[in-house]
Nanobody, 123 residues
Framework: VQLQASGGGLVQAGDSLRLSCETS????????MGWFRQVPGKEREFVAS????????HYADSVKERFTISRDNAKSMVFLQMNSLKPEDTAVYYC?????????????????WGQGTQVTVSS
């Protein structure tokens, strides 16, 4: 099972990025998916989650109104559109597959993890 995250990079404050996560090895159609982020020395932090069918989403307060999570089950893809980026958004972003089909906000709720993609926002 693989979750391949991509789309990170170095941008300036106020810019946008779109992260992608391609899954393979098993179907995640019935699993909620999520994005987390982590900076060195800190715990992995919840960013966004989407239910199995995409009808329900949940965001961390710090990214509400700026980030949008979506999924395309036919293509086995999950996306994170990030707008109005801030320097404090700088982190390694991880895609993850939840054990449940419902929105999940905690690290223990996820069983499958990708390798992460670096997002750096300069001021």
């Amino acid at each position: 099972v693989q979750l391949q995250a991509s789309g990170g990079g170095l941008v300036q404050a106020g810019d946008s990025l779109r992260l992608s996560c391609e899954t393979s090895g098993r179907s995640f159609e019935m699993n909620a998916m999520g994005w987390f982020r982590q900076v060195p020395g800190k715990e992995r932090e919840f960013v966004a989650s989407i239910s199995w069918g995409g009808s329900s989403t949940h965001y961390a307060d710090s990214v509400k109104e700026r980030f949008t999570i979506s999924r395309d089950n036919a293509k086995s893809m999950v996306f994170l559109q990030m707008n109005s980026l801030k320097p404090e958004d700088t982190a390694v972003y991880y895609c993850a597959g939840a054990r449940s089909g419902w929105v999940t906000t905690t690290v223990p709720g996820y069983e499958w993890w990708g390798q992460g993609t670096q997002v750096t926002v300069s001021s």
